[in-house]
């Protein structure tokens, strides 16, 4: 039987405020953005004020945004303030759409709000070639002037790492890592290193989840630490599961949060991997 996981206490909401719209098209992307890719829409300030009123009233802790490339949404600045008046926000680029204008604005909503402004950009590789080879020609250099502009405007960045970047898995690749991120003068150098999950573009560079990768008995201390337990994403098109399956038709759990607020059947080869991995897409 299909194990289910319980909705523990929501604490984590996502937003998919890009739809999967993306100005690059990686290789590994579980949900294949592209410049092209419309399933899901770009979400207005007006409907993700709606999500934060209903998210507020159900206690909701912390928001996490992302795409897509959150940066293509024009209105990403007053969708962080709006959001950062109720909690801590974190947001998920490219990292390419960062010049020095938007860095300035990200820091001063961070000075003038209680809570934490975090952005987390994604690099996959230790240089311009492993990095481009998945995420396109040209995107190393524009991520380089990115992460200036952030360190210039005294913002530290989280940067997010997958599986597909050489030698991640080591030791020696993580402090490989943690040198690059010095390099661009961010002494205090933070990583997130994520598994790859085998869906969407994904699917199609590397392999399909084979039928014996899938959850088979969930006890519930692993229940409590799958981020599905306690987290919602929030699109157009409705509250789906987690930030993971947003192309399962199956994992839309309704119009509103409240209605989302029941248990899930992992029966998906992405459980497979939060389940071996322990894998969580918070920071
Ligand atoms: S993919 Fe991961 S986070 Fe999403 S429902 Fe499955 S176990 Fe939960």
């Not at 994604?122 to 311009?128: E, H, I, N, T, Y």
Request: aromatic share 8%; charged share 25%.
């Amino acid at each position: 039987m299909t194990p289910h996981v319980p909705m523990r206490a929501l604490d984590t909401l996502w937003f998919q405020v890009a739809g999967t719209l993306c100005n690059i098209e990686c290789t590994h992307c579980f949900i294949s953005s592209s410049p092209t890719n419309r399933s899901h829409a770009m979400m207005t300030l007006a409907e993700v004020e709606t999500r934060l009123q209903e998210a507020r009233e159900l206690g909701v802790r912390e928001y996490y945004f992302t795409g897509g490339e959150p940066f293509m949404n024009r209105d990403m600045i007053p969708i962080l303030g709006a959001t950062l008046k109720q909690g801590p926000a974190t947001v998920l680029t490219n990292g390419m759409l960062l010049p020095a204008r938007t860095c300035a604005q990200l820091r001063e909503l961070s000075d003038a709000c209680e809570y934490s402004l975090d952005i987390r950009v994604s690099l996959d590789g230790f240089d311009r070639n492993s990095h481009d080879a998945i995420r396109g020609a040209g995107v190393w250099d524009r991520v380089m002037i990115g992460l200036r502009n952030l360190a210039d405007a005294g913002i530290n960045p989280v940067i997010t790492v997958s599986e597909t970047a050489d030698g991640i898995r080591n030791e020696e690749g993580r402090l490989r890592f943690l040198d690059l991120i010095r390099s661009f003068g961010f002494t205090k150098p933070r990583l997130k290193v994520l598994p790859l999950f085998r869906i969407g573009a994904e699917e199609k560079r590397s392999r399909a989840y084979a039928d014996w990768e899938r959850i088979e008995v969930l006890a519930e201390s692993d229940a409590e630490v799958l981020q599905c337990s306690s987290c919602r994403m929030v699109t157009s098109k409705g509250v789906y599961v987690c930030p993971i399956l947003i192309e399962t038709p199956e994992a839309r759990m309704g119009s509103t949060i409240a209605e989302s607020l029941r248990p899930f059947p992992l029966r998906y080869g992405a459980c497979h991997t939060c389940w071996v991995e322990g894998v969580s897409c918070r920071t």
